[in-house]
């Protein structure tokens, strides 16, 4: 019966979805459609549109060691599923031999006798076993390398997403839809191919040679069972559809609160919530029991099912044989080959059902890949778009006006000029539109009105990759990758050399802390860099800042979440790494900007007052009493 069952939490306590029994699943990628009937005519659109995009992954322009693999692989199928349908003629010859009832034989079985037929028998069946091995040895390299472009293609595709799409995504299913797309990806390649076509080919043949050899009544019988099955395994599997993507929701709301609850441990701890989020774990996971055991029920009716029909089939065809054999129009050998002939379609028709869901499953994973991989750039570079050329650093929002909701501006015409060489610093309170300009400047957006140019360069009329290569960045939390100290700082410039790493480790001020670490520049961080204190994550962002030496500088609150100790140590660095480069400075806490060539203050989105830290206090206007409310603690972070 079909090997399918029950997917169970893994060893980890995160759900995991058997690959051999899931029909169905619906993520969070977009609005999802009400009713039964539009989600299955939803499906069935993704299904021939995921087919049509993975066809040119099999036949790919250009590619003709790909066309000579599939063409090679598919000769093997089909020499393997001829020898399949003559190892029973083998089987007949050697127990016709047996029982003295071979005259009817051919010359060639006859002159072999019943031990050499027999030996022949065991060749031909290993034949067929060793033809379908090396179809898939073939075909391995092609659905492997199929697998690694969609991959690579998804990886990229969300990488160029905007940062819109991204913050209102949820990692945890997002993760999902990536691992189980290139997943399906495999399989529904070689399953299409090696699995569908040589059962519609293997039955063909057997029922050309049970209507040719015996009888057209047998054909008949053998099309009824087949027909049969396959009706009661797709309305069953219909059925369980629904259940399953029950279950799988379930799945996905489980692997989302183990992952978002994980990624939070500190704050779990924090606030002593670890029966809480094991309570909410479990009700998730108490879902996904009840919704498996109702897939188990299902999945042994749909087994009986399949065990009743296909039985009743070889039953009947048994008895018609036997009956032939009593009337000496048949031998021992022809009700043996019958049987053998009906044993060998069972087989596969055992798998169908599996078979028929894991390709539903495979193309549901895939199209929601798919719809990945569809959604739109928000920020995209203009065809054939140049480089953005840095002259001197001149920064300049000439009306710049934006909103993330329409209904909601949060720029509204904000126009100023940072001159090659200026420090430039932003402040005012939460909501005034400070974040958003650092923001626009990389290009995570674009304006909806006004322009942003650098050295006179519209920066929608520039490639976002030579924008981003000019302009440093140092957030308020910096996040490190979880690999070693040495690969963090390089990031800012991975072909460094040791000397040019150490030389920016040494300029943020923390070279003399990695060497006193027992593993020195090969030290783990640990994920986010939850290895390092708030101040030395910051020295490392600096470095690698320092050493990807840009020529556009934004410090994004970039010491606001540190102590005033650690914040005093860091702003001697930040200032020297200042020197030489147009910087924009979001900053909260005031005291750190009074050097700032040029303080501007926001409010609601538009420029209240701009000035140097003396004038500004002159004026007595809004900047005065944020500065007059921070001295006296009124407004300390």
């Known amino acids: 019966m079909p090997a399918d069952t029950i997917s169970t939490p893994t060893a980890r306590g995160l759900p995991n979805t058997s690959r051999n029994d899931a029909e169905a699943t619906l993520q969070d990628t977009g609005p999802q459609p009400v009713s039964g009937s539009s989600i299955e005519e939803a499906e069935r659109r993704s299904g021939w549109r995921t087919i049509r995009k993975v ?35 083998l089987y007949k010859a050697a127990v016709d031999s047996l029982a003295g009832e071979d005259a009817g034989s051919p010359a060639l079985l006859l002159a072999m006798g019943a031990v050499g037929v027999t030996v022949a028998y065991g060749v031909a069946r290993l034949a067929n076993v060793g033809f379908q091995q ?15 472009q969609l991959a690579l293609e998804t990886f990229q595709h969300i ?27 495999e399989f529904l390649l070689r399953f299409l191919l090696f699995s ?67 990624l939070n441990y500190e704050t779990v701890k924090y606030f002593g919530a670890e029966r809480r989020e094991a309570e909410r774990y479990d009700g998730a996971m108490a879902g996904y029991e009840r919704a498996a055991v109702k897939t188990s029920l299902s999945l042994a009716f749909l087994n009986f099912g399949q065990s009743f029909i296909i039985t009743t089939g070889l039953v009947i065809v048994m ?25 060998q379609i069972t087989l596969p028709l055992n798998f ?38 840095v002259t001197g650093g001149e920064v300049v929002f000439d009306e710049v006006r934006f909103a993330y909701d329409a209904a909601r501006p949060i720029l509204k015409g904000i126009s100023f000029r940072v001159a090659p060489g200026e420090t430039l610093a932003l402040v005012g309170p939460s909501g005034s539109g400070k974040s958003t300009i650092g923001r626009l400047l990389f290009r995570f957006y674009d304006v909806v009105g006004g322009a942003i140019r650098i050295d006179g360069q519209d920066l929608r009329d520039v490639t976002q990759e030579s924008l981003h290569a000019r302009i440093g960045v140092v957030p308020q939390d910096t996040v490190l990758f979880n690999d070693t100290i ?14 040019e790493i150490q030389g920016a480790a040494r300029a943020a001020n923390i070279h003399e802390f990695i060497l006193s670490l027992p593993e020195g520049y090969d030290t783990q961080v640990g994920e986010r860099g939850l290895k390092l204190s708030g101040g030395e994550k910051q020295r490392v962002g600096i470095a690698r800042t320092l050493l990807k030496d840009p020529p556009i500088l934004l410090l994004d609150e970039a010491t606001s979440a540190l102590d005033t100790e650690t914040e005093r140590s860091i702003q001697s660095e930040l200032k020297m ?45 809004r900047y005065a009493d944020l500065w007059s409310k921070q001295m006296s603690g009124e407004d300390s972070p």
Request: a neutral charge; aromatic letters at 8%; hydrophobic letters at 50%.
């Open 55 to 89: 066809g040119p992954y099999l036949w790919p322009e250009g590619e003709t060691w790909v066309k000579r693999r599939v063409v090679l692989a598919l000769a093997m199928l089909v020499i393997a599923k001829l020898v399949a349908v003559a190892t029973p003629f």
């Open 134 to 148: 090396l179809r898939d040895a073939v075909f391995a390299r092609v659905a492997q390398g199929a697998l690694r």
């Open 159 to 185: 990488h160029a997403l905007s940062l819109r799409y991204h913050i209102t995504r949820r990692t945890g299913g997002l993760s999902r839809i990536i691992e189980r797309g290139v997943k399906g990806v």
């Open 196 to 262: 569908v076509g040589p059962l519609v080919l293997e039955l063909a043949l057997t029922g050309i040679i049970l209507a040719v050899v015996f009888d057209i009544s047998y054909l008949v019988v053998l099309t009824v069972t087949i027909a049969l099955y396959i009706w009661f395994t797709f309305k069953v599997t219909e059925w369980r559809v629904k259940i399953r993507r029950e279950m799988n929701d379930q799945d996905t709301d489980a692997n989302q609160k183990a992952i978002d609850s994980l």
């Open 319 to 343: 008895v018609m044989a036997a009956l032939g054999v009593q009337s000496g129009d048949l031998t021992v050998g022809d009700f043996v080959m019958v049987n053998a002939y009906m044993i």
């Open 352 to 389: 169908l059902g599996t078979v028929y869901r894991e390709i539903r499953q495979s193309l549901v994973d895939m199209g929601e890949m798919f719809d990945l991989l569809e959604q739109p750039r928000e920020v995209a570079d203009k065809p054939a778009a140049p480089d953005l050329e």
């Open 486 to 499: 040495r690969y963090n700082i390089a990031y800012g410039r991975p072909e460094a050399s040791e000397a």
């Open 577 to 621: 790494m200042g020197q030489g480069r147009s910087v924009i400075t979001i900053a909260h806490r005031l005291s750190t900007i009074v050097d700032a060539d040029r303080i501007m203050v926001l409010e609601a989105g538009e420029v209240v007052e701009q000035g140097t830290h003396e004038d500004l206090l002159r004026k007595g206007g």
